[in-house]
């Protein structure tokens, strides 16, 4: 794979265009874009969306769902799931938000802060075992990666918040 986009950047790309989906899947195969990110939403809800872009001759790289943990393991089954039958290599979990002003400014700007500040959440321990669940779940049959989300009250908005999730998580690809 040379390139992926995030499938619904193609969509809004091609509507502005004035375009139909598969007139912009076709511009995208012309400019060396061989695969798209799909959304787990976007699968539930078009269970023939892969198989249209498919069609179209491209390949999904991974599909990213949204989580907020604990309790999201037949979910987590789910997108493995419908991963490994679409062909994708992989799954990008964007594991949870924390409440806007629960996590002082600060903590993001140093990795230290940010990872005693995780290490005492209970919200962010219970990420980390529902990623930890899905790299299990996965069993090396597809990559579980993070998403790094940008939000202010994204737990994976930086490296520092990042790195934290890498180091507990070795399975974290």
């Known amino acids: 794979m040379k390139l992926s986009v995030f499938h619904h950047h193609a969509l809004a790309a091609a509507a502005e265009a004035g375009k139909e989906a598969e007139e912009g899947y076709a511009y995208l195969l012309s400019c060396g874009i061989e695969a798209v990110t799909l959304d787990l939403a ?24 949204y989580y907020q943990f604990p309790g999201e393991e037949e979910r987590i089954r789910t997108h493995l799931q419908i991963a490994a039958d679409a062909g994708a290599a992989g799954i990008m979990m ?17 990795e230290t802060a940010c990872h005693a500040f995780f290490d005492r959440s209970e919200k ?32 994976t908005r930086n490296m520092a918040g990042l790195s934290w999730f890498m180091q507990r998580l070795p399975g974290l690809g």
């Open 94 to 110: 964007i594991p949870g938000f924390f409440e806007k002003g629960e996590v002082p400014e600060e903590v993001f700007a140093d």
């Open 42 to 65: 976007e699968c539930m809800k078009d269970p023939t969306l892969t198989a249209r872009l498919r069609r179209a001759g491209l390949r999904i790289s991974a599909i990213n769902g």
């Open 124 to 155: 962010t321990a219970a990420m980390c075992e529902g990623m930890a669940y899905a790299i299990r779940q996965a069993n090396g049959r597809l990559f579980v990666s993070v998403e790094d989300y940008d939000s202010e009250t994204s737990p």
